[in-house]
């Protein structure tokens, strides 16, 4: 009989979003009267700006076409897209990133989940606590994380750092050396952000102790204050650490559409081995490229339409953040994130969890939002809402809450 890879049974539950989604299915299928707001998963509600339609109609008609239809995408990216990205996410911002050190693919989740392949099962990983769910999982099933506890939600394998109000959200180096260490900023779940100075503070760290840094900036484009970093290339000395995942998802809406890239400098080395070779030969043995129309989709978000009316959407979900910041607060509760990041995180009315706060909110006010727990042990006794949702609902889901 065959054998199957015993790590998956490891997992506890399913999938954070996909516990949400039956939840709320189960509470709207008994209450089919009821209006139900969804602030939880981190999806956007905006329709894809008019330049980014535009440039998709055009590919599409091109793929109509004899002369202009297209195959197999190179799998690493099509150049127009990856000098696209090289010149305004980086050379614009004083980062020497190459063409040729980006990675074009269907998405940040996947390049998140994906990228601990190339490493040994016997590194050993460091996490934020509460972090986003997919690094921890995706480490799980390669077998990488040791035993899960129960009592303390914690695998044994893992070094989770603490991001609590104590600590302003932004993790302590941990006293464990770690060999791969995850970051976020701004920070899904807590909407915290990290200075440029402390994230150089990672940057020396890891250069210093082997490790390397995964960094995660999805929501980069809800950056509003100065101080805070676009890229860990930024910081000096990140090429030879830090591998760099970003998202077209957030920023121009392609939730539903997939697009997101990797940057893996040429000189981050593990001993003479280049990990950008061995991330170029698993995109290429495993993926044939994101869609010719994704691609040039993605091109048109750094035209100079693209831009205009992509920084009216960032704004119009910033808007939102500000609803639900100064709602909440009004209505008494802590609260933080919201300033340079599309989530807003709470902390629970005493005495309650963050799923009993979950169901709460669920029953009494149609609202759902993501329990903190969900997200690692430290987010217990906190709460996230997006600022994903239309204007009209983030209102009258704010309304609603106050008047609990
Ligand atoms: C979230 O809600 O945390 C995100 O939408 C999940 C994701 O981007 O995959």
Redesign the pocket.
């Given at each position: 009989m065959y054998k199957i890879n015993e790590n998956y049974l490891k997992l506890p539950g399913s999938y954070l979003?996909s516990t949400i989604g039956k939840k709320v299915r189960e509470y709207s299928e008994a209450n089919p009267d009821r209006e139900i707001i969804r602030l939880g998963?981190?999806?956007v509600t905006q329709p894809i700006a008019p330049a980014i339609i535009q440039a998709m109609h055009k590919a599409v008609d091109e793929m109509g076409v004899q002369e202009s239809f297209r195959g197999y995408a190179p799998d690493l990216g099509y150049e127009f897209l990856r000098n696209a990205i090289s010149e305004c996410d980086y050379k614009a911002r004083g980062c020497e990133i190459a063409a040729d050190e980006i990675f074009v693919s269907d998405g940040a989740?996947c390049d998140s989940g994906n990228i601990q392949e190339i490493f040994s099962v016997d590194n050993k990983i460091a996490v934020c606590d509460p972090v986003?769910p997919v690094y921890v999982d995706t480490n799980v099933m390669a077998g990488r994380t040791g035993t899960y506890n129960p009592d303390t939600g914690m695998w044994s394998d893992v070094i989770y750092m603490p991001c609590t109000m104590e600590n302003g959200f932004s993790p302590d180096l941990p006293a464990e050396t770690p060999d791969i260490i995850y970051l976020c900023f701004p920070n899904?779940?807590t909407g915290s952000t990290i200075t440029k100075d402390r994230l150089q503070e990672w940057v020396d760290y890891a250069n210093q102790s082997g490790a390397v840094i995964i960094y995660d900036a999805a929501y980069e484009a809800y950056i509003a204050e100065d101080d805070v970093p676009h890229s860990i290339y930024e910081c000096e000395g990140a090429r030879t650490c830090a591998i760099e995942l970003k998202s077209f998802?957030k920023n121009a809406g392609f939730t539903g559409v997939r697009l997101g890239y990797t940057v893996i400098p040429k000189e981050l080395k593990c001993g003479d081995v280049s990990l950008h070779a061995l991330w170029a030969r698993r995109h290429g043995t495993k993926y044939n490229g994101a869609p010719y129309i994704v691609q040039r989709a993605g091109e048109a978000v750094y035209s100079a339409e693209g831009k205009k009316q992509l920084k009216a959407q960032v704004a119009y979900y910033m808007n939102n953040a500000k609803v639900i910041y100064e709602g909440l607060k009004s209505a008494g509760y802590t609260v933080s994130g919201g300033v340079n990041a599309p989530y807003i995180w709470l902390k629970t009315p005493e005495k309650m969890t963050s799923w009993e706060f979950f169901d709460f909110l669920l029953e009494r006010a149609n609202v759902v939002g993501t329990p903190g727990s969900g997200f690692g042990p430290s987010g217990e006794g906190y709460f996230r809402l997006?600022a994903f949702g239309t204007y009209e609902n983030t209102a009258k889901a704010i309304e609603r809450i106050k008047a609990l």
């Amino acid at each position: 009989m065959y054998k199957i890879n015993e790590n998956y049974l490891k997992l506890p539950g399913s999938y954070l979003f996909s516990t949400i989604g039956k939840k709320v299915r189960e509470y709207s299928e008994a209450n089919p009267d009821r209006e139900i707001i969804r602030l939880g998963i981190g999806d956007v509600t905006q329709p894809i700006a008019p330049a980014i339609i535009q440039a998709m109609h055009k590919a599409v008609d091109e793929m109509g076409v004899q002369e202009s239809f297209r195959g197999y995408a190179p799998d690493l990216g099509y150049e127009f897209l990856r000098n696209a990205i090289s010149e305004c996410d980086y050379k614009a911002r004083g980062c020497e990133i190459a063409a040729d050190e980006i990675f074009v693919s269907d998405g940040a989740k996947c390049d998140s989940g994906n990228i601990q392949e190339i490493f040994s099962v016997d590194n050993k990983i460091a996490v934020c606590d509460p972090v986003y769910p997919v690094y921890v999982d995706t480490n799980v099933m390669a077998g990488r994380t040791g035993t899960y506890n129960p009592d303390t939600g914690m695998w044994s394998d893992v070094i989770y750092m603490p991001c609590t109000m104590e600590n302003g959200f932004s993790p302590d180096l941990p006293a464990e050396t770690p060999d791969i260490i995850y970051l976020c900023f701004p920070n899904n779940p807590t909407g915290s952000t990290i200075t440029k100075d402390r994230l150089q503070e990672w940057v020396d760290y890891a250069n210093q102790s082997g490790a390397v840094i995964i960094y995660d900036a999805a929501y980069e484009a809800y950056i509003a204050e100065d101080d805070v970093p676009h890229s860990i290339y930024e910081c000096e000395g990140a090429r030879t650490c830090a591998i760099e995942l970003k998202s077209f998802s957030k920023n121009a809406g392609f939730t539903g559409v997939r697009l997101g890239y990797t940057v893996i400098p040429k000189e981050l080395k593990c001993g003479d081995v280049s990990l950008h070779a061995l991330w170029a030969r698993r995109h290429g043995t495993k993926y044939n490229g994101a869609p010719y129309i994704v691609q040039r989709a993605g091109e048109a978000v750094y035209s100079a339409e693209g831009k205009k009316q992509l920084k009216a959407q960032v704004a119009y979900y910033m808007n939102n953040a500000k609803v639900i910041y100064e709602g909440l607060k009004s209505a008494g509760y802590t609260v933080s994130g919201g300033v340079n990041a599309p989530y807003i995180w709470l902390k629970t009315p005493e005495k309650m969890t963050s799923w009993e706060f979950f169901d709460f909110l669920l029953e009494r006010a149609n609202v759902v939002g993501t329990p903190g727990s969900g997200f690692g042990p430290s987010g217990e006794g906190y709460f996230r809402l997006t600022a994903f949702g239309t204007y009209e609902n983030t209102a009258k889901a704010i309304e609603r809450i106050k008047a609990l």
